[in-house]
């Protein structure tokens, strides 16, 4: 490129200053410095990339993308041996629900490997009445049997009434499938010993003598409660949405999921709320969107699929199928292993044909579905159902049909899986936090070594994605690789759960990128660093492909950039 000397005259004397002549093309932006790890074809690395308009506009080698595309308007980032990747992809979080359990109830979720006691979490709501404004729920998310000491000990309308017999308790499962509340809570909502389940696998559970014992299983009861809360107000949900979604973001996130949106407030109270703060200034993330199925009425369209814009648009349908597995609520094929000799296997939340009609007409709209499937029962029942609707499809992949967790599985449903194109989504955390427990007490070795089979995805050339299902896990894309790579669970002594199903560190990157992106029908934009794609970037303070696996969870994120934009958070 050729370059001219401007002779500037200023009074301290006489200044040489070398300036570019003229780009061929001019960029708004452009890194160098590092390496940039493009999660292309072929997981390239190159020197440099460009950036104008908010779109990628060159990668590779430093000098050719500084000749072709430097001038004197052009930012250039020196990445000082940082790592630039494209920004990472969440395709499951529950982000309204996240807000609301984090910032809003009592925070009680505990992954350090110093389990709770029923004694522990009590002080901690005692703690929280103090401060509780008058006429207010305690309302508490985090709480997990499997993760408490001893094994098992759970919340019950007893114990919570220990705590206050006065103020309605509600406290949330980590699994988010499972509540635990007091007696005043029960009667605040009108629900006594006699009072019906409310369907769609909805249960008040009750003891041998038919009385209500505090726990409450599945959405549609869970809800029943919550719906008496006092609502928060517009602005306070607003507020706890922006930092949720800044928390997200300072994880390397660049585009997150909304996947059950309207299950917490409703689907016009979301709807209205999305709308408004997903486009507010400030924002760092893009949301992609998934209604929540049990509430779309028969011809339902108010929404299409694909409506929306790049900062909130709508991609889905999310149904849920069964519980939680380590909740021992999932619907498996064979009977628990906890307690032992019990003959559960958990439920089905809907009979084949219920679901497959609420399903179907949806499906026909060209909706994509998610469907969420812990245990191997349920698995069966989706792909028997996603079978009869890609009958006759001449290209069944091009639906990109979803099943959530795809926990407890088998090797054949995994070849169904593959060959009709349906894309699982593995909450990888169930390997780290829950693996001891269920490979040792809840499932047994030989089926939790098959959780989340992302190796046997890999070997039969199907795509897989990672994600946290947060508030269910904590959202960080790179703890995601670490846990895919490495598979260790925490607790002491640590163990590899199924090392069959380890994959490697570049299979794990793209299941928080491209694999990602194109479960949300995304990867056209987003997901790799690819000349023609938006420039959703993510800063890190050291390569993921150098680092050992078991430290790649500690790389910092530095920065995240939207559309060529660095983002606040």
């Known amino acids: 490129m050729k370059r001219f000397i401007q002779i500037a005259i200023i009074s301290a004397g006489l200044v040489v200053m070398p300036h570019i002549a003229s780009a061929v093309q001019v960029a708004d932006t452009i890194f160098y410095g590092g390496p940039i790890v493009t999660v292309n074809a072929k997981n390239e690395e190159v020197q440099a990339l460009a950036v104008q308009n908010g779109k990628i506009v060159a990668v590779g080698k430093k000098d050719a993308v500084l000749k072709e595309w430097q001038a004197s308007t052009t930012k250039v980032v020196d990445l000082k041996g940082q790592t630039l990747m494209p920004g990472f992809v969440e395709p499951h979080i529950h982000i309204l629900m996240t807000a609301i359990t984090e910032e809003m109830w009592l925070n009680l979720t505990n992954f350090s490997d110093q389990y709770d006691t029923l004694d522990t979490l009590s002080q901690k709501l005692k703690a929280a009445l103090k401060t509780l404004p008058k006429g207010q729920w305690l309302a508490g998310f985090g709480v997990d049997p499997s993760r408490t000491k001893p094994f098992m000990a759970e919340l019950t309308a007893d ?86 979604a800044k928390y997200i973001a300072s994880k390397g996130v660049t585009t997150s999921a909304e996947i059950t949106l309207g299950l917490m407030l409703g689907l016009d109270n979301e709807l209205k709320l999305f709308n408004a703060v997903t486009h507010s200034d400030g924002f760092p993330i893009r949301v992609r969107a998934y209604l929540y199925g049990p509430l779309l009425s028969k011809g339902f369209n108010t929404i299409k699929p694909n409506d929306g814009d790049d900062r909130l648009r709508f991609v889905g349908i999310k149904f849920v199928s069964d519980g939680s597995t380590q909740g021992i609520t999932a619907a498996l094929n064979q009977p628990y292993d906890y307690p032992k000799g019990t003959q559960f296997r958990g439920n089905l939340d809907y009979q084949d044909e219920e679901i497959f009609n609420q399903m179907k007409p949806l499906y026909d709209q060209g909706w994509q579905l998610a469907i969420h499937a812990n245990g191997d029962r349920t698995v069966e029942q989706t792909l028997n159902n996603y079978a009869k609707l890609l009958a006759g499809n001449p290209d069944p992949k091009a639906r990109r049909l979803r099943i959530e967790h ?126 023609g794609k938006q420039a959703d970037l993510v800063v890190l303070s050291a390569n993921p492909r150098k680092t050992p696996v078991e430290q790649i969870r500690n790389i910092k994120v530095k920065e995240t950039w939207i559309d060529g934009k660095q983002q606040a958070w």
Not at 195 to 220: C, F, H, W
Not at 420 to 437: K, L, N, R, S
Not at 503 to 512: G, Q
């Open 159 to 244: 114990v919570l009434d220990k705590v206050s017999t006065d103020v309605p308790i509600l406290v949330m499962n980590q699994s988010g499938h499972i509540a635990y509340v007091n007696h005043k809570a029960f009667e605040l909502a009108g629900i006594n010993d006699k009072t019906p389940n409310p369907g769609n696998g909805g249960i008040y559970m009750k003891d041998a003598q038919g009385r209500l014992t505090g726990v409450v299983v599945e959405p549609s009861a869970i809800l029943s409660l919550v719906k008496k809360m006092p609502p928060p107000s517009d602005a306070d949900l607003a507020k706890a949405m922006q930092k949720t």
């Open 406 to 531: 795809f926990t407890i599985n088998t090797p054949e449903q995994v070849k169904r899986a593959a060959q009709m194109g349906v894309i699982p989504g593995f909450t990888i955390g169930h390997v780290d936090y829950w693996g001891e427990a269920f490979h040792n007490h809840i499932v047994g070795p030989e089926r939790a070594n098959r959780i989340d089979p992302s190796a046997s995805f890999k070997k039969e050339g199907a795509r897989f994605a990672y994600h946290s299902d947060s508030p269910v896990s904590n959202v960080g894309p790179l703890n995601y690789i670490t846990e895919g790579a490495g598979r260790l669970w925490q607790k002491a002594p640590r163990k590899v759960l199924g090392p069959d199903e380890r994959v490697t560190v570049d299979d794990a990157i793209r299941a928080v990128t491209i694999n990602a992106a194109y479960e949300m029908f995304s990867d056209d934009k987003l997901g790799s660093l690819e000349v």
